[in-house]
């Protein structure tokens, strides 16, 4: 991730990705991974520059696509951690977490990441803006993607 190389970046995340995910690479080896990537610490530069792709939103289309992993990169890592990670992280990232619900209707993809994530935010977090967010990307699933549509009534669900 330190080359400038959009290539690099994009294979690097694939293989963070893969590594966080447990149906792959086991879930011993991807709690390990996930662990180390959702670290909070300065010496963390992996995890300082993917959670940033996730949090700072820009609109170019190749940052888009790099996002997009990075996305799935830490859904993968929450789901391989259990929701286990710092009350700070959960924090930064709801705003955005938020947001990406409320597009689900143009990026579905992006949102049904963003509410494998929410998914270990629900039991703490029960605001409105949270539950409206659900329901539009909920409706949004129902019209236009079925995976988002699960992910969001699980996580509706887990509110009611």
Known sequence: ??????????????????????????????RSV?????RL????????KVLSLVIDKKGDEDVFKL?????QAVANAFQSVN?????????????VLIDELRKAEKTPRLAVQAAR??????????GSDLH???EMAFNAGMTRHASLERQARLCLNKLE
């Open 132 to 134: 409206s967010a659900l």
């Open 67 to 71: 996002r997009s992993i990075a996305f």
């Open 83 to 95: 929701g286990n990670v710092p009350q700070i992280l959960k924090e930064q990232l709801r705003t």
């Open 117 to 126: 994530i929410v998914e270990f935010l629900v039991p703490e977090d029960t």
């Open 1 to 30: 991730l330190n080359h400038p190389s959009y290539d690099t970046h994009f294979l690097a995340l694939q293989m963070l990705a893969s590594l966080t995910d447990a149906s792959k690479m086991g879930a011993g080896t991807a």
């Open 41 to 48: 610490d300065d010496s963390n530069e992996v995890g300082s």
């Open 34 to 38: 996930a662990t180390e990537l959702l």
